[in-house]
């Protein structure tokens, strides 16, 4: 089954925002349509998923247990994010924050966002796939000035320069997959096929796939948000409107990572074994989490706090992928909970924007009592996401120091100590924002609940639901299953 459905779907949503003429119109008809294009991935991936039906793959299409996970991440994501800009977006329209084209654009560019995620994770054509996430970049940078303002502009320019900048260098790394391959003796088109380039990558000689993958790492990894590659995240996300934040810390990320980890093991099998870029992983996973740990406590915008903390999470992840083959049952695991807990977080600050205006955290106070029901969601999203049980990440980052102090108990001290200091930077300023009283005793208008905080509730509840169950056998069995897949590219 391939999803030809879905793209027919999502790109029929941004022909909606293009052509209908009402603010109502193209609330509502780009709301349907996205429902139908997230519930079209989940009949393509949860059936795989969960092993009720088998891997395939085709000359252009790729779907196993891993690219069916990422696939269902994007359609949960993209499905909440559709949900939350439902009420966010409507409300800076009647708010005349931006313009009815403003509105038309940002629902065009929005569907076609998530849709070349989608097709990223879905791909098994390398050329394809590096279109698609070159894509996400050129759809995503009028979002991220979609308000017009000198900041949003310079975050925008940084992100399309540095961003495409290294997915050309990806291309790069690509090409020379590629091109080892067709001096191997493999022919015609599937010298860009991921699953013939894995069948085959002895044949690749191992000086051309180590240049490969360094220009790959380093090109996919600006678009990660590694360390130092990372200057363009915290302003793109901290200027882009909550929901697409949302999109680019909970998923985006993770869509980057998804096609270095493929390529990572047709590097490890060419080269027979997977020290040298295990080596890579380690560094540059340690290092972006050093770095967020001092920037952490020198923050005065919520939204950048929370850019710095996904920053910290890609480190973890990549820092976890260094120690196979356990280290990759972490990295899945807390590929699921950022996702889920990113997300929330950049949702509920859309809603403390929508109430104070503003980004500053010294401008916003007693939070609690303007915002309880956000205020509540938003402070057990950010213990979860400094992983304090019951949150899946606690289950990640269990796994991952229990590897990684018997390998590298060093290494381990400094991100148990940067952690701890993100930890507190964090729930300083949270409490500041939530518990500070103000100057003046002004009777709070009553929050009512509304659809962004039923999106957050839900995110939580699966959140606290993933911890239990990813704790049991059946749960370890399941995320084994994908950590395979991520191996393996599809089973044998």
């Known amino acids: 089954m391939t999803p030809i459905i879905t793209i027919i779907l999502i790109l029929g949503a941004s022909a909606c925002a293009i052509f209908l003429k009402k603010e109502k119109e193209v609330l509502r008809s780009t709301l349907l349509l996205s429902i139908l294009g997230s519930l079209s991935v989940f009949a393509i991936a949860l ?17 196993d247990g891993f690219s069916a996970l990422m696939a269902s991440l994007v359609a949960f994501v993209y499905l909440a994010a559709s949900l939350v800009s439902f009420r966010y977006i ?29 097709l990223t994770v879905l791909a098994n054509n390398s050329l394809m796939l590096w279109m698609a996430l070159e894509g996400t970049t050129l759809s995503s940078t009028f979002l991220v000035g979609l308000y017009r ?152 915008n919520y939204k950048r706090m929370l850019a710095y903390s996904s920053v910290e999470h890609m480190g973890l992840i990549t820092f976890a992928l260094g120690l196979s083959p356990l280290g990759m049952l972490a990295s899945v695991i807390h590929m699921i909970g950022h996702t889920l807990t990113k997300s929330m977080l950049f949702f509920g600050a859309g809603e403390i924007l929508i109430n104070y205006k503003t980004t500053q955290t010294s401008e916003i106070k007693g939070l609690m009592k303007r915002a309880p029901y956000t205020a509540t969601l938003f402070l ?38 940067a952690l701890s200091i993100i930890a507190y930077a964090m729930l300083k300023t949270t409490v500041g924002m939530l518990f500070s009283a103000t100057e003046k005793e002004q009777v ?44 393996y590219i599809v089973k044998q």
Request: net charge neutral; charged share 10%; hydrophobic share 55%.
């Open 380 to 417: 057990l999203g950010i213990l979860a996401i400094i992983a304090l049980p019951p949150s899946a990440l606690f289950v990640s980052e269990y796994i991952l120091f229990a590897t990684a102090f018997a390998l590298h108990p060093i290494l381990s001290l400094f991100i148990l100590l």
């Open 90 to 118: 409507g409300h800076e329209y009647k708010e005349r924050i931006i313009s009815l084209a403003d509105l038309k654009l940002y629902f065009t560019l929005f569907h076609l966002f998530a849709l070349c995620m989608i």
């Open 149 to 300: 303002k000198k900041t949003s502009a310079e975050a925008a320019w940084k992100y399309i320069i540095i961003c495409s900048t290294g997915i050309s260098l990806g291309l790069l790394g690509i090409l020379l997959f590629s091109y080892g391959s067709s001096l191997g003796g493999v022919g015609g088109g599937e010298i860009f096929t991921l699953t013939a380039l894995f069948q085959n990558a002895h044949l690749i000689s191992p000086e051309i796939v180590k240049w490969g993958f360094v220009f790959l790492f380093v090109g996919f990894g600006a678009k990660l948000g590694l360390v130092p590659m990372h200057i363009w995240l915290a302003d793109a996300h901290s200027n882009a409107p909550s929901p697409i934040s949302g999109l680019f810390s909970g998923i985006l990320l993770n869509i980057a990572l998804y096609g270095i980890i493929r390529f990572r093991f047709i590097t490890d099998l060419a080269l027979g074994s997977s020290a040298w870029t295990s080596q890579l992983f380690l560094f540059f996973g340690f290092i972006s989490i050093l770095l967020p740990a001092l920037m952490m406590l020198v923050q005065s």
């Open 444 to 487: 709070p208008v009553k929050e009512r609940w509304n659809i962004t905080h039923w999106v957050m509730a839900t995110q939580l509840v699966l959140i606290i639901g993933l911890t239990f169950f990813l704790s049991s056998n059946n749960g370890f069995q399941f995320i084994n299953s994908i950590a395979k897949d991520t191996v």
């Open 47 to 63: 059936p795989v998923l969960f092993n009720v039906a088998s891997s395939w793959h085709s000359s252009v299409w790729l779907l």
